[in-house]
């Protein structure tokens, strides 16, 4: 079991930045590849960033690729997600998650693939 506790959400105006933070507790974070999603009001949740395991391969989302960057450090159990260039659309409870990965390398986009989830930080934009 791993717990995972998202923080650094707020409200800021378009075109700001943001940096949240997930810490994973319970067995070692290393063991999993790490990911960000969202879910808009309405909206089904969405895939937004995905790190592997040893940390050296990332993915992103279309909307997002260029603006965001995913990072971890397996020494303090953390994953980062930073947020520049903020849009009105990125508005959305943001999710972290965790999926037990026997590959290094591997990376996961499928919301439904992620064993564990933490209960979400809110970002507002304001255009």
């Known amino acids: 079991q791993v717990q995972l506790v998202e923080s650094g959400g707020g409200l800021l105006p378009a075109g700001g930045s943001l940096r949240l933070s997930c810490v994973a507790s319970g067995r070692t974070s290393s063991n999993y590849a790490m990911g960000w999603f969202r879910q808009a009001p309405g909206k089904e949740r969405d895939f937004v960033a995905s790190?592997?395991?040893?940390?050296?391969?990332?993915f992103y989302a279309d909307s997002v690729k260029g603006r965001f960057t995913i990072s971890r450090d397996n020494a303090e159990n953390t994953v980062n997600l930073q947020m520049n260039s903020l849009k009105p659309e990125d508005t959305a409870v943001y999710y972290c998650?965790?999926?037990?990965?026997?590959?290094?390398?591997?990376?996961?986009?499928?919301?439904?693939?992620?064993?564990?989830w933490g209960k979400g930080t809110l970002v507002t934009v304001s255009s």
């Open positions: 998650a965790a999926k037990v990965s026997v590959y290094y390398s591997g990376l996961y986009t499928d919301p439904g693939a992620m064993d564990y």
């Open positions: 790190i592997s395991r040893n940390g050296e391969r990332t």
